[in-house]
């Protein structure tokens, strides 16, 4: 991928960067120049991701920790000396009603993309505060904006993101740090791949064009679309911008 260096003698921390999403993130901002720590609690899915990015020349570190424990965020935060950017993209689903939600599904929710977000926050905001501002990218979701079926402990989570992005935006715009968040539709990571293979055995091609058919624009995202759209959040040239939720979604929300 030609990109421009937006990113060169920055440093980046990308959250759940070992598949999906994250994956795709980290490998864009690399490509882009940034020294990209990829904070990972699979080790090994951090690590095949980071040969990915050494083989093509870039700068990468993995960082072993889970974003639910308060602990490992700290340890893990503490030997990163310089960060300019960075990217909260761990996350977790569930998909259920509030009759089907049990009590540990919601703190399981609660704890990585709730929590899990503060942490990186908390920890975190202090070292682009030391170099004199930077960018935070969130991931949230069009749930944060709309009410999707079966989604309850996802949406209340990705709500949460959404406001959480909102305050950090406000209370640090005087202090040189921008905050966005980027609203996804449908995206086709591993996760989908799993959700498929576990629920409709049997029906995969079927079921992945049924679902692919549901947004308007006719397909599900992909990860580098996003990626694509998070570079530009955290770059330069959208200095202008912050407090935002951007949808990237195949038009699912015309439909509301």
Known sequence: MSSPRRFA?????VTGGGSGIGRAIALRLAAEGASVVILEQRAEAGAAVAAEIAAAGGSVRVVAADVSDTGSVRDALAGIAELDVIVNNAGVAHVGNVLGT???DLDRLYSVNVKGVYHVL???LPKLLARGGGAVLNLASIASKVGLQDRFAYG???GAVLTMTLSVARDFVDKNIRCNCVCPARVHTPFVDGFIAKNYPGREAEMFQKLSASQPIGRMGHPEEVAAL???LCSDEAAFITGSAY???????LLR
């Open 9 to 13: 003698n920055k440093h980046a921390l």
């Open 102 to 104: 049990t009590p540990e």
């Open 122 to 124: 908390h920890f975190g």
């Open 156 to 158: 209340m989570t990705k």
């Open 230 to 232: 998070a570079a530009y």
């Open 247 to 253: 949808d990237i979604d195949g038009g699912v929300t």
